[in-house]
């Protein structure tokens, strides 16, 4: 079993930075990929970024160039740093992990392949 607290939500301007967090416990072998997601009030969940333990990186075409997703050495703790934060950016994001390798391709930011969620930190960005 894994578990998934997620922090550093919070109210920003557009333009600003946050980095969110995503400390990992339980099984190691049940995170071997993890990723981002988001979900607006009325929206389906998608996905933001994932990552592999090989640090290769997938990243959604709305927030490419702007969000950084990362882990510890340890593969404890997951981050997203956002930066040229916008208000279509408002919403919750979760942080999610899968015992197998990660996807390849946009089959890696879909919600349906991972098992694990946290319970997710609101971001909410004002213009």
């Known amino acids: 079993q894994v578990q998934l607290v997620e922090s550093g939500g919070g109210s920003v301007q557009s333009g600003g930075s946050l980095r969110l967090s995503c400390a990992a416990s339980?099984?190691?072998?049940?995170?071997?990929?993890m990723a981002w997601f988001r979900q607006a009030p009325g929206t389906e969940r998608e996905g933001v970024a994932t990552i592999d333990r090989n640090g290769i990186k997938i990243y959604a075409d709305s927030v490419k160039g702007r969000f950084t997703i990362s882990q510890d050495n340890a593969w404890s703790t997951l981050f997203l740093h956002m930066s040229s934060l916008k208000p279509d950016d408002t919403a919750m994001y979760y942080c999610?992990?899968?015992?197998?390798?990660?996807?390849?391709?946009?089959?890696?930011?879909?919600?349906?392949?991972?098992?694990?969620w946290g319970q997710g930190t609101q971001v909410t960005v004002s213009s």
């Open positions: 339980g099984a190691t072998y049940g995170r071997s990929c």
């Open positions: 999610a992990a899968r015992p197998s390798p990660c996807y390849s391709g946009s089959w890696a930011l879909r919600t349906n392949a991972y098992n694990y």
